[in-house]
């Protein structure tokens, strides 16, 4: 009974910014990476931001120095939070998380239901 439930996502114009939020909830044991992935129609997925159980983050050039990626472990909560927002970000945003759940014997990557990100130039 694991999921993601991402919210946030919204129209904005170019130069604004969005935060986006996703909680985990189940029987989860624990949780390794959760991050950020987004698609844009007739694109491949991208991934946007990772971060570990410990804070360590990394980012592509296209979103580095705007976005931030946060997590708060006590309430298996995950952020992006989005600055200086350009056309070229719009997309559908996905949350994922590797989750060892109460009724697994392995950790496995769950996934959001992805949320709208519209920037109008």
């Known amino acids: 009974q694991v999921q993601l439930v991402e919210s946030g996502g919204g129209l904005v114009q170019a130069g604004e910014s969005l935060r986006l939020s996703c909680a985990a909830s189940?029987?989860?044991?624990?949780?390794?990476?959760m991050g950020w992935y987004r698609q844009a129609p007739g694109k491949q997925r991208e991934l946007v931001a990772p971060?570990?159980?410990?804070?360590?983050?990394n980012y592509p050039d296209s979103v580095k120095g705007r976005f931030t990626i946060s997590r708060d472990n006590a309430k298996n909560m995950v952020y992006l939070q989005m600055n200086s927002l350009k056309p070229e970000d719009t997309a559908v945003y996905y949350c994922?998380?590797?989750?060892?759940?109460?009724?697994?014997?392995?950790?496995?990557?769950?996934w959001g239901q992805g949320t709208q990100v519209t920037v109008s130039s």
């Open positions: 994922y998380a590797d989750i060892l759940s109460g009724s697994s014997r392995f950790s496995r990557r769950y």
């Open positions: 971060i570990t159980s410990g804070g360590s983050t």
């Open positions: 189940g029987s989860i044991v624990s949780i390794n990476v």
